[in-house]
């Protein structure tokens, strides 16, 4: 944080500047900064030591109303006396 706005021009190449409520984004992000969202996502396939190919699981992330389903078919099992532990859990 500054107010000398010479001082944080020479040394910050990217600033984010608060003005009546407002953030307003001033500069350029270096290419090397730039944050890669891909670069975190895990493979479809991972290749073993012997060469066998292996297809990874990937977890579905569900929406609030899948959810919601979700809770009221474990409710339901429960009440009728089912297991609530299944493929569907």
């Known amino acids: 944080i500054s107010h000398n706005r010479e001082f944080t021009e020479k040394l910050c190449p990217e600033r984010w500047v608060v ?3 407002t953030l307003v984004r001033e500069g350029e992000v270096a290419a090397d900064e730039k944050i890669d969202l ?9 290749t073993d030591s012997l060469g066998n190919v292996i297809k990874v699981k990937k977890e579905k992330k569900l929406t609030a109303r899948e ?3 979700l809770e009221k078919k474990k ?3 429960r009440k009728k006396g089912l297991p609530s532990e299944s493929e569907e859990d």
């Open 67 to 69: 959810l919601k389903k």
């Open 19 to 21: 003005e009546a409520g």
């Open 38 to 46: 891909d670069a975190n996502q895990a493979p479809d396939e991972v």
């Open 75 to 77: 409710a339901e099992r």
